[in-house]
């Protein structure tokens, strides 16, 4: 069976800490997909990032890093010094054959 | 227009109208979807389309009716439904079918 757990159902923190979510993964196959969105208030969902089962390479973007572990089933998602900007539900998801999305993670930022 | 617009933003309807929700996307992609996202609810992959041609349907109740005239326009037709159907129904659209998604700013749906 394909799962995708995002245990952290909120986390609230202060401005300009770091912030972790978590996302681990279930699936049998060796070919899959992983995705991370955020959804502002606004409501529209924004695509961050596509990782390959295939590349185990951590990817930085900013203030944004993620890390993906196979021996652990995780593709956790990092905010580095964050932001009120940054307050939102963010999503993860797998893909291989359909399209499996955890139920989100709402962070808030304060001031 | 750029990027997945969708009309209208917000729609209140009886249980007993017809009405439909528009998707258009302006990005050259193939593949286009429909979710619904309820409060405290995960989101739920309600129809997927790729070129023009229905690929999934989890299960939707018949009182949600997709269709896909061409690779740029998504609709969703309602009828009858009831209260628990007030949702925010979110419109995307991928170059190739689960490549990463674009989504638009959804339709807020209010059923009386």
């Known amino acids: 069976a394909q799962k995708v757990t995002q245990a952290q159902t909120e986390i609230s923190v202060v401005e300009k800490e770091d912030v972790t979510l978590d996302c681990v993964y279930e699936?049998?196959?060796?070919?899959?997909?992983l995705f991370w969105y955020k959804q502002p208030p606004s409501g529209e969902l924004v695509f961050l990032i596509r990782?390959?089962?295939?590349d185990e390479q951590n990817e930085i973007s900013g203030r944004y890093s993620w890390n993906f572990q196979k021996s652990t089933s995780s593709f956790n998602f990092t905010i580095t010094a964050s932001q009120v900007v940054d307050s939102a539900v963010y999503f993860c998801a797998l893909f291989n054959y359909q399209l499996i999305w955890g139920a989100g993670t709402k962070l808030i930022i304060k001031p | 227009e750029t990027g997945v617009t969708q009309t209208p933003r917000h729609l209140v309807m009886g249980m007993t109208n017809k009405k439909s929700l528009k998707c258009e996307q302006h990005?050259?992609?193939?593949?286009m979807y429909w979710y619904k996202q309820s409060a405290k609810k995960p989101l739920e992959l309600m129809f997927v389309y790729s070129l023009e041609e229905r690929v999934e349907n989890n299960s939707v109740p018949s009182r949600f009716s997709p269709e896909c005239p061409n690779s740029s326009h998504l609709f969703l037709h309602l009828h009858t439904l009831q209260p628990e159907d007030s949702a925010l129904y979110l419109c995307?659209?991928?170059?190739?079918?689960?490549?990463?998604?674009?989504f638009g700013p959804g339709t807020r749906l209010t059923v009386l």
């Open positions: 995307a659209s991928s170059s190739a079918i689960y490549n990463e998604q674009f």
């Open positions: 990005l050259g992609h193939n593949a």
């Open positions: 699936t049998r196959d060796t070919t899959y997909y």
């Open positions: 990782r390959n089962s295939f």
